[in-house]
């Protein structure tokens, strides 16, 4: 079975400052991990993913992962956070093997709010 | 392109009503999802489609229904709106079966039962 947590529901950094959010997951086979953005009353934007390769990744908007396989995470980074970067984010997971009879539906975490204060 | 539509964007029922929720993707994508959005609680799962005429239920499909007669359109039905319910509804879709491909996801319905 796959699963995922982000262990904050919030996380507050001041501009300017790096930004960090965590997400650590769980699966069979070896993951495909995704970061999604949600802005106020809209729907999710996917930032980036990891698929394999190299273990630091770059997407949309100036944000990169990493993903460490002995830690099991795929933490969300920016070095330098904007007031524009707050919003909802989504970590999500695809195990490479599913269940038997199974399909490849991702796991969504339950979303971090990033709160970016002037 | 215009990705993933949905209609209405916002609408509010009275219990025992039903509706249609109505879901548009112009990419060609064979996968279709339904979630619904609670707050604190993530993304949940209501119904998916692997292709046209297939579908199944995910994590929370009582009270609802789909269908997928076509590759673009995938509806989702709520037959006796109750309270629980209330809640903002997200469609989605991604290209094929490849675990890797990203979705993409529609603006949402925000639907309120009274």
């Known amino acids: 079975a796959q699963s995922v947590a982000q262990p904050e529901d919030q996380v507050n950094v001041a501009e300017g400052n790096p930004l960090t959010v965590k997400c650590t997951y769980s699966?069979?086979?070896?993951?495909?991990l995704f970061w999604y953005v949600q802005y106020p009353n809209r729907g999710l934007q996917f930032l980036l993913k990891?698929?394999?390769?190299?273990?630091l990744v770059k997407g949309s908007y100036g944000f990169e992962a990493e993903f460490n396989k002995s830690q099991t995470s795929f933490h969300l980074k920016k070095p330098s956070a904007l007031v524009s970067d707050s919003a909802l984010y989504f970590c999500?997971?695809?195990?490479?093997?599913?269940?038997?009879?199974?399909?490849?539906?991702?796991?969504f975490g339950r979303g971090t709010s990033l709160i970016v204060h002037p | 392109n215009a990705g993933v539509t949905q209609t209405p964007k916002f609408r509010i029922l009275k219990i025992g009503q039903s509706m249609t929720l109505q879901c548009t993707q112009d990419?060609?994508?064979?996968?279709m999802y339904w979630y619904r959005q609670d707050p604190g609680m993530g993304l949940k799962l209501i119904y998916y489609?692997?292709?046209?005429?297939?579908?199944d239920k995910g994590e929370v499909p009582n009270g609802y229904n789909v269908s997928r007669s076509t590759t673009e359109d995938f509806p989702l039905r709520l037959e006796l709106a109750a309270p629980s319910q209330t809640s903002v509804y997200f469609c989605?879709?991604?290209?094929?079966?490849?675990?890797?491909?990203?979705?993409?996801f529609g603006p949402g319905t925000r639907l309120t039962v009274l």
């Open positions: 989605a879709s991604s290209l094929d079966s490849s675990s890797y491909n990203e979705q993409f």
């Open positions: 699966v069979s086979g070896n993951p495909y």
């Open positions: 990891y698929i394999t390769g190299d273990n």
């Open positions: 999500a997971v695809r195990d490479t093997r599913p269940p038997s009879g199974g399909s490849y539906i991702p796991t």
């Open positions: 990419m060609n994508h064979n996968y």
């Open positions: 489609s692997v292709g046209a005429g297939i579908t």
